[in-house]
């Protein structure tokens, strides 16, 4: 397989472990109703920290965007007894990747990242 360079991640375990244990607490605490916000939480350090072909994304989403919506998946889900986080799931990754976008200011590259500027 040959790496192309056009996605990159530059990423570390210290910041993710930090991101993951806030939104774990978030949601445990809370028991699972502040979960839009352990999600948006872990989106924007992971859009703050990818690059497509030089160009970082951005994560747009809010919490209390998600929050309306999740409340009514998670009342469906108790109701269905679990059944319907078949459908939530999937949902959440649509909501998530339609609030992803490419940051509207320059970035410099990602480390070890070549951008072709001729497109």
């Known amino acids: 397989m040959v790496r192309t360079g056009r996605f990159t991640?530059?990423?570390g375990a210290a910041t993710y472990l930090g991101t993951a244990l806030l939104g774990f607490l978030i949601t445990?605490?809370?028991?699972g109703i502040c979960y839009p916000f352990s999600v948006v939480l872990m989106q924007r350090w992971r859009a703050k920290h990818s690059y497509i072909e030089g160009?970082?994304?951005?994560f747009?989403?809010?919490?209390?965007?998600l929050?309306?919506?999740w409340i009514k998946w998670f009342l469906l889900s108790v109701i269905t007894f679990g059944?319907?986080?078949f459908w939530v799931m999937p949902r959440i990754e649509q909501w998530k990747w339609e609030h992803t976008d490419f940051?509207?200011?320059p970035v410099s590259t990602a480390p070890g990242v070549t951008v072709n500027v001729n497109h």
């Open 9 to 11: 991640f530059d990423g």
């Open 103 to 105: 940051a509207s200011f």
């Open 28 to 31: 445990t605490l809370t028991l």
């Open 55 to 58: 160009r970082q994304l951005v």
């Open 67 to 69: 929050f309306g919506l």
């Open 83 to 85: 059944i319907y986080l």
């Open 60 to 65: 747009t989403g809010t919490a209390i965007g």
